[in-house]
């Protein structure tokens, strides 16, 4: 077996090479490379490792033709266009724990720094000066703080503010009343939260809902003497306004250690009175580094070696434990989802995928994801579980996933049910002996079969003499059948054959299934 290839772009701890070569990766670190030496080798590489400094464009994507996975050691990944990383089935990942505490921590200690003006006294004090009645500080110790985001960052930092005494509120659309109350938070609007809050300290990515969500508007609705933390992302907070804010007094204090532009060689914050800053040094302490580069590379290893998908962002996630069980549904799944892709026809707006019996007790995502990757095989062969989804949203397509644990006919049942110009269609199949999938209905017709290489689907008549007409038109062309599946609504009625063969067809044959007494549809399949 070929070891897949990871090359690690940024520096980062030597033991994310030894945990990619111990899983049985080969690995190759080259730091520093400019975007055109990266481009000319990217193409070798099914891994890609990296930090901030490596920027994954359109044109690096591009030349990527065996890239499979991509590995953001840290949180933050704006260095990567991830529309175009879907777009071409590359899955992101990013490591958004490893960073979690050090983070919480540094806006802990900006907190603390504003609340005492710490760099201030300090700068002046080393500089020969005892300005003691100048810095009169305020106790953290009974104020309120106000989180925007109670994610898994701003979490931490809620604990450790209610270690400090202090009273916690926040602002988080996807914060639930059961997790406010087991992190122990008070969930309020935003609107709220700028009249309450002593301090704000910011925990969201930048998104087009959250980018300048503290604007010259909101930052006015604050409570005058406010001071503000932000150790998420640049662009959160309207730079301008919040330095107006400070020349004004109405914000008596802020810490950031991200900007909008970075490295942030000038600021309209500089200078201003009030305000701190660090060189986005949220991540920046040993452990994080390490935890990081660890997870990064037993992501990226996982994914490569086994499947299995752990906090990527543009694709459902699949533990390790998950993909072995999950293996042989994805490819029931795929095929089911292929076999409609072939045969029906004009626009698909609606597709439901319904899982019964056993298969209703696994992760829906994933096996969704394989319908719709061997569906929109129809529009292209560069489909794949990442892209498929976005490929189906594009082309306007709802997709419904329905669960049921009642068992009917089979242990185990998925059924892919779509929308067509003719009507609606279905094909369903299980997993025989738990692992072996077979297709068991099409179109409402029962038939076993096992949906592999080149296959061709006959609609027919059912009468006398039909499969020796059809057997002797593939013996006479030279071409051997592998098996041989039937099925029919009723006695004389519509049937339908499925036939395995040993090479594929072309059209010429086609026409003369086609032309056979009692033929209604011929059409050629590839597995």
């Excluded at 209905?441 to 007409?469: K, T």
Aim: aromatic share 4%.
């Amino acid at each position: 077996m070929t070891k897949p290839k990871v090359l690690i772009s940024d520096k980062m701890s030597p033991d994310a090479a030894k945990i990619f070569a111990e899983r049985g990766c080969e690995v190759h670190e080259k730091t520093g490379l400019s975007p055109d030496e990266l481009k000319a080798i990217i193409g070798e590489y099914e891994g890609l490792a990296i930090r901030s400094s490596t920027k994954v464009t359109p044109e690096i994507l591009e030349a990527a033709t065996n890239l499979k996975v991509i590995g953001r050691a840290g949180i933050g990944v704006d260095n990567v266009d991830i529309p175009a990383a879907s777009e071409r089935g590359v899955v992101v990942m990013n490591t958004p724990f490893g960073n979690s505490i050090t983070t919480a921590e540094h806006a802990i200690a900006m907190l603390l720094a504003l609340a005492r003006q710490i760099p201030q006294a300090n700068a002046r004090t080393q500089n020969g000066e005892w300005p003691k009645s100048d810095f009169m500080g305020i106790e953290l110790t009974g104020k309120t703080l106000g989180l925007i985001g109670a994610g898994n960052i701003g979490s931490i930092v809620a604990s450790r503010a209610q270690g400090l005494r202090m009273k916690v509120i926040a602002y988080d659309p996807f914060l639930t009343e059961e997790r406010s109350v087991d992190i122990g938070v008070e969930k309020v609007e935003l609107d709220d939260l700028l009249r309450r809050a002593d301090c704000i300290t910011l925990h969201t990515p930048l998104t087009d809902e959250t980018r300048n969500i503290l604007s010259g508007e909101n930052l006015a609705k604050t409570k005058k003497g406010v001071r503000i933390v932000n150790c998420a992302r640049g662009g959160l907070i309207d730079e301008a306004a919040l330095a107006d804010a400070l020349d004004s007094g109405h914000v008596a204090g802020a810490a950031l250690d991200v900007f909008q532009t970075e490295p942030a060689k000038e600021s309209p914050l500089f200078g201003k009175p009030g305000f701190i800053c660090t060189p986005h040094l949220g991540a920046s302490t040993r452990e994080a580094q390490e935890n990081v580069a660890l997870q990064v590379a037993e992501q990226l290893s996982d994914f490569l070696l086994t499947g299995a998908v752990t906090n990527a962002l543009n694709m459902p996630s699949l533990s390790a434990e998950e993909a072995p069980r999950l293996k042989p549904y994805m490819q029931l799944a795929e095929s089911l989802g292929s076999l409609v892709g072939q045969l029906a026809h004009g626009s698909l707006p609606k597709i439901s995928i319904e899982l019964e019996g056993d298969a209703a007790e696994l992760n829906p995502k994933p096996i969704t994801a394989a319908v719709l990757a061997g569906l929109m095989r129809r529009y292209s062969q560069s489909v794949n579980m990442v892209n498929a989804p976005f490929l189906a949203k594009d082309r306007g397509m709802e997709v419904r996933e329905i669960r049921s644990s009642k068992e009917g006919t089979y242990q185990t049942l998925i059924k892919v049910m779509v929308e067509t110009d003719a009507g609606r269609r279905s094909v369903s199949g299980t997993l025989f002996g738990r692992e072996a999938p077979r297709l068991v209905e099409i179109f409402g017709i029962g038939i076993e079969a096992e949906l592999d290489g080149n296959m061709l689907y006959v609609v027919n008549d059912d009468a006398p003499g039909f499969i020796g007409r059809i057997g002797s038109l593939l013996g006479d062309r030279g071409i051997n059948i592998g098996t041989f599946n039937l099925g029919r609504r009723e006695a004389g009625g519509e049937a339908v054959l499925l036939l395995s063969l040993d090479q594929p067809v072309d059209d010429a044959l086609i026409e003369e299934a086609e032309a056979l007494e009692g033929v209604r549809t011929v059409t050629a399949l590839s597995f």
